[in-house]
């Protein structure tokens, strides 16, 4: 076991140090900010790194190994959930410990060891690094449980034996995301205070990693089970091809529905829980309401293009071989991932257009063109393979932050008219047609594009 | 109009640790062309490089006369790819992967696609992430044959296909190259099959292709050698003649009957030479081997 631990810190060092610096970054983030969200962020950063190993066919290899379902479920568990949450709470202190004696640079060392070390309210350090890590620890604990539970392993990937099995098993998924959205709703409920809020989610942050904790052993059964035997050599449905439109608008249709399709499911339920809960008791503005989800609309839309072009990247040797050139398909992938964020963004402008005006829809709809450089930075960065793993995670990560640039400043500087229109218009032009041009180079040039890829969601050969 | 349906001239592509070509390969029309050759050999690059997945340093791909990338969409409207290495999970179902497909192939022969549905035990509401190995390689080829191709490319069809399967996808093949209108290439580690389907047959090493022609011809032109020698004689391998094994007096060999090889080793010491017939397994095995296991 300590062996397959090690093996994991040794191979993939590169991953565990950059999780490390996001947790000192996480740290000197809430030393200023005490915000639950950014510990949710960098622990689901981390389980979905860490995790990276099971979707990698990591799990099938460990099989053959002489260790028991239990014992690998554990490591598996210890590898995500506990291994991040010891590095979290030390490196969350260090990032803490810098900010505090950047702020209080200049101050005596008595009054800044006073400040830390004093007992009493949580801003001191030990308050807030307690419920740092408590929070992180749960929080990773609880992820791993909800992975596990597992809208991925038992809902999605496996099918029920009859479609009213399958219905039944997606109709429990939802209910779950319900109960989900009704605990956000009772976190953001005003009327309870606060101390009840953290003892109820500390709660139920301690159970669900406990279940985690049992299930570990299940989901490694599970991630070893092969669909293939649920068929047992029965065909389903008519021998004959269905009617309909195909080609590579078929494609981009699908595509624009399930991307919009979550994002409208997402802004549902930022809208309804998270606004409705904290501005209607304060007889806010419907604008005042739908304005949070703007914000929770930038983390989808970088989320579903990264998911959308990681599918399509799977499949790109099988589209190459249809009748279209490099650039078609390069065009193609690029729509699927634009066409979502320009619709998103008309929709979402033509109601600030109604109430409260020109100017706010004028806003909504630059802040969406601005959102298409990191969606093609992302893009062609997914399709971009090689075997220089670290290097291209690298590449594009830095591309990313970079095309992220101009939306950070518009947002910071919109109160003083932000960028002029043309750079706004120009930003998106230029991107797309960089990225257009990029993909296609890759599609035409480069083979490793078409090879090992499929590898990434954990296909079995 | 050409009378090859596939045509390789001076290919080259050269990667960090490995070299495709200089490739000279001819596949006729109306034939299943077998091509052959250890594992990284190149088969999969010189067949990708047709469907434009990566650029070739050197060298032209003609098929049915079209170059493969200047008349990039009109070749793949009339050549198909199947491969166990295309991934049609996207889809969810069977259904909708050939709605897709059919979306770009105007000649998409929907009775015939029924046919082979039904042929291959798939339906069209079937999960695609629930089918069998083997299962996904009759929707790949059921995908391919549907849109009633004139060339059929198929890179490791077979594997993980039983018996079973594997008769049913090369009747199914065969079906569809009758007439001779069609052309199948395949490329296969499954030499009992090539032998028994292909009529022509190229075989890859390193990258470098080391025979091709009619499938019979070639395995008639090689035949086992065992013979004896004095103690001390020295022969090595060269052109027509590959030593396999000795055993001090006793050697076994693979000679190439166009070679005039039987006279050289008899001008060299050899006695009681005895020729057999080779399958074409034996031939691959005695030609693929690496040189320093010889």
């Known amino acids: 076991m300590t062996r397959i631990i090690l093996d994991n810190f040794l191979r993939r060092w590169r991953m565990w140090t950059l999780l490390c610096l996001l947790f000192a970054a996480a740290g000197l983030v809430l030393a200023s900010e005490r915000d639950i969200r950014i510990s949710a962020v960098v ?12 979707s990698f066919g990591w799990v099938r290899v460990l099989r053959s190994l002489p260790f028991t379902a239990g014992q690998i479920g554990r490591v598996y568990w210890w590898l995500t959930v506990c291994a991040p949450t010891l590095l979290f709470a030390v490196f969350s202190a260090v990032g803490i410990l810098i900010a505090r004696l950047a702020a209080t640079h200049g101050e005596t060392l008595g009054t800044w060891l006073q400040m830390f070390i004093a007992p009493g309210p949580q801003d001191k350090f030990l308050g807030l690094w307690l419920e740092t890590v408590l929070a992180g620890g749960l929080l990773s604990g609880s992820f791993f449980w909800f992975v596990s539970v597992a809208v991925w392993a038992s809902v999605l990937t496996r099918p029920g034996k009859t479609r009213r099995e399958s219905f039944l098993r997606q109709f429990a998924a939802c209910a779950f995301v319900i109960a989900l959205v009704a605990g956000i709703y009772f976190l953001c409920k005003s009327s309870i205070s606060s101390t009840d809020k953290l003892v109820v989610a500390y709660f139920f942050g301690f159970v669900f990693s406990v279940l ?8 490694f059964i599970e991630s070893s089970f092969r669909p293939d035997i649920a068929r047992a050599g029965l065909t389903r449905g008519k021998s004959e091809p269905r009617p309909g439109y195909g080609g590579a608008l078929y494609l981009i249709v699908r595509f624009c529905v399930f991307y919009l399709g979550i994002v409208a499911l997402v802004i549902a339920l930022v809208i309804g829980a998270y606004g409705i809960a904290v501005r ?9 309401i739908v304005s949070p989800g703007l914000g929770e609309l930038q983390f989808w839309i970088f989320l579903m293009c990264l998911i959308q072009t990681m599918i399509m990247g799977t499949h790109l040797k099988f589209l190459r071989s249809l009748p279209l050139t490099s650039k078609q398909l390069a065009a193609t992938i690029l729509c699927v991932a634009i066409l979502p964020v320009l619709i998103i963004g008309g929709l979402w402008s033509s109601f600030f257009l109604i109430e409260p005006g020109f100017l706010s829809a004028v806003s909504i709809l630059k802040f969406c063109l601005l959102n298409l450089a990191p969606v093609c930075a992302l893009t062609t960065g997914v399709i971009w393979y090689n075997e220089k793993h670290f290097r291209r995670i690298t590449g594009v990560i830095l591309a990313w932050n970079v095309s992220l640039v101009p939306i950070i400043y518009q947002m910071a500087t919109a109160s003083r008219g932000g960028l002029p229109i043309w750079i706004i218009i120009a930003i998106p032009v230029v991107s797309v047609f960089m990225a257009w ?25 | 109009m050409s009378a090859n349906a596939i045509e390789f001239h001076g290919l080259i592509k050269t990667y960090p640790t490995f070299q495709l070509g200089p490739l000279d390969l001819t596949v006729p029309r109306g034939a299943i062309y077998g091509l052959i050759g250890p594992n990284g050999a190149g088969k999969t690059t010189a067949i990708d490089m047709i469907f434009g997945m990566g650029r070739n340093d050197a ?15 009109a070749l793949k409207r009339r050549a198909a790819y199947v491969s166990p290495e295309l991934n049609f999970r996207l889809w969810g179902r069977v259904g909708k992967a050939i709605r897709f497909v059919r979306g770009f192939y105007p000649d998409w022969d929907d009775v015939y696609c029924g046919k082979l549905m039904k042929a291959f035990h798939l339906g069209d509401d079937e999960r695609i992430s629930t089918l069998s190995f083997g299962a996904k390689t009759k929707l790949s080829l059921l995908l391919a044959l549907s849109r009633r191709p004139e060339i059929l490319i198929l890179d490791e069809p077979t594997t993980g296909l039983d018996a079973i399967s594997k008769q049913q996808v090369f009747s199914e093949l065969l079906q569809a190259v009758e007439g001779g209108e069609r052309t199948v290439l395949i490329s296969s580690h499954n030499l009992s099959d090539i032998e028994r389907f292909a009529d022509h047959i190229g075989m890859i090493k390193n990258g470098k292709l080391l025979l091709e022609g009619r499938t019979d011809e070639i395995v008639d032109r090689f035949r086992f050698a065992e013979f004896f020698t004095e103690n001390g004689t020295v022969i090595s391998s060269r052109d027509g003649l590959v030593i396999l094994r000795r055993d001090e007096k006793r050697w076994h060999a693979l000679v190439d009957q166009r070679s005039e090889t039987e006279e050289w080793l008899r001008g060299h010491g050899a006695k009681e030479i005895s020729l057999t017939r080779v399958t074409l397994e034996d031939l691959f095995v005695a030609l693929a081997k690496p040189e320093e296991a010889i």
């Open chain 2, 59 to 73: 060298g032209t791909i003609n098929v049915l006369g079209l170059d493969h990338i200047r008349d990039e969409v």
């Open chain 1, 43 to 54: 622990m689901w950063i981390s389980i979905c790194t860490t995790g990276m190993d099971w």
């Open chain 1, 280 to 288: 209607v008791d304060h007889g806010a503005h419907w604008s005042d």
């Open chain 1, 212 to 219: 985690g904790w049992i299930r570990a052993k299940r989901l």
């Open chain 1, 437 to 461: 041009l990029t993909i296609n180079r890759l599609l035409e040039r480069n083979d490793m594009t078409y090879r090992l890829k499929w590898e990434m969601l954990g296909h079995r050969p």
